[in-house]
Nanobody, 124 residues
Framework: QVPLVERGGGVVQTGDSLRLACIAS????????MGWFRQSPGKKREFVAS????????EYAENVKGRFTVIRAVASNMVYLQMNNLKPEDTAVYYC?????????????????WGQGTQVTVSS
């Protein structure tokens, strides 16, 4: 069973909103902290947002603060990334990831499981 699957990518225009979903398997949301990362062509993978295992701590990259929100829905085993006021520089493949320690830090080396990614393209 694939532990993480992302859904919801697409092509949107500047200023639009998009919600990405990460479907987690089993009890993953109860046991893991969850993070969102993204990677653009020619660039390193970068941290976007995360939420701790118990849901009491969220963290956001500076360039998405105030525009993106991470939402944890334990009952449905889903983690969402609500993205508002999208900009062309948000264009990337977005990945969700699970951190066994539960802390969900911004360091991608801390994460144990990764989804396959979903493409988000923001046109100007």
């Amino acid at each position: 069973q694939v532990p993480l699957v992302e859904r919801g990518g697409g092509v949107v225009q500047t200023g639009d909103s998009l919600r990405l979903a990460c479907i987690a398997s089993g009890r993953m949301l109860l046991d893991y902290g969850m993070g969102w990362f993204r990677q653009s062509p020619g660039k390193k993978r970068e941290f976007v947002a995360s939420i701790s295992r118990n849901g009491n701590r969220e963290e956001y990259a500076e360039n998405v603060k105030g525009r993106f929100t991470v939402i944890r829905a334990v009952a449905s085993n889903m983690v969402y990334l609500q993205m508002n006021n999208l900009k062309p520089e948000d264009t990337a493949v977005y990945y969700c990831a699970a951190d066994q320690t539960g802390d969900a830090p911004s360091d991608d080396n801390s994460y144990d499981h990764w989804g396959q990614g979903t493409q988000v393209t923001v046109s100007s």
